[in-house]
């Protein structure tokens, strides 16, 4: 009876831990769908901000510092966006093997390279703690909702660095958020910003504009307040990609470990019910043997 005792405790711990996974499914999904809301707002205003890049620079030639490729590549800035959490599936693996991937990249295309980081999350921080690779600067306490993290002051802070020379070129760590089911964690350069290619992805946005578009006090001032703003605007938009991709793995996580806890169930239901069985027959087996002793 000791294994219908012990089957009998697993099976209320595993009853428990389904109601938990659960409940944090159900959780994630809420999470989740407002925001996926933010991505689709933030991408609108990333286009948009594109878009009028593209108009400024139709036929025009305006320089700006953040657009300046330096002749030779010595010094590489990362900023990594990850999460503060687990129990999100691979999402945290995934991010971590796109850095180290990123490192053996530069280190390629860039021999002797110093490539220093800037995390952002409590996994990607202790990541790099982990393996005892240095980092500038790490931003561990954030909130739940991107829009409290301090991206105006981090970004406004590596814009300074660049313009001075601190390091030639910036990448951009983080998990494209496709849908529910699909994240794929990314690495993309943001500084220098490549003006053909900031330009190109916002064509069909510009060429859907018709008329003559007048900015205010003039072109040179606009192209010099849009170029920062787009920088900013990527930024954010990869910390809601990222949130989004967090929540749709933990979901998914969760739901997986779920349908695992009631595949368990119900085999120590199975097991525990075929235990009673024996008991009662070994039982019933003893009383007859004990009544025909009697005759």
Not at 22 to 31: D, F, G, N, R, Y
Not at 108 to 130: D, L, T
Not at 206 to 223: D, I, K, Y
Request: net charge positive; glycine share 6%.
């Amino acid at each position: 009876m000791a294994g219908l005792k012990e089957i009998r405790r697993r099976l209320k711990s595993v009853n428990n831990t389904k109601k938990i996974t659960s409940a944090m499914k159900l959780v994630s999904a809420a999470k989740l769908r407002k925001t996926q809301e933010a991505v689709v707002r933030s991408r609108a205003y990333t286009d948009s901000l594109k878009g009028v890049l593209a108009q400024l620079q139709g036929g025009s030639e305006f320089s700006h510092p953040l657009l300046e490729a330096k002749q030779s590549v010595k010094r590489v800035r990362i900023l990594v966006l990850g999460a503060s959490r687990g129990l999100c599936g691979a999402f945290n693996t995934n991010v971590n093997r796109r850095i180290e991937s990123l490192y053996r990249e530069l280190g390629e295309k860039y021999p002797g390279c110093e490539v220093s980081s800037v995390p952002f999350g409590k996994k990607p921080a202790e990541y790099f703690r982990r393996i005892g690779r240095q980092y500038l600067e790490a931003v561990e306490n954030i909130a739940d909702d991107p829009n409290a993290w301090p991206i105006q002051d981090i970004c406004q802070k590596l814009e300074i660095e660049f313009i001075k020379g601190e390091f030639d070129e910036l990448y951009l760590v983080y998990t494209r958020f496709r849908s529910a089911i699909s994240q794929t964690a990314v690495a993309e350069k943001l500084l220098p910003l490549d003006r053909e290619a900031v330009a190109g992805s916002a064509a069909s946005l510009s060429a859907a504009t018709s008329g003559v578009t007048l900015f205010e006090p003039n072109p040179q001032r606009v192209f010099d307040a849009v170029v920062p703003r787009i920088v900013r605007a990527t930024v954010r938009q990869a910390a809601f990609d990222t949130k989004a991709s967090e929540h749709a793995s933990r979901m998914t996580a969760m739901d997986n470990a779920t349908k695992n806890a009631k595949e368990l169930i119900h085999s120590l239901t199975l097991k525990r019910n075929k235990l009673r069985q024996s008991g009662i027959t070994s039982q019933l087996l003893d009383i007859v043997g004990g009544a025909e002793a009697l005759k």
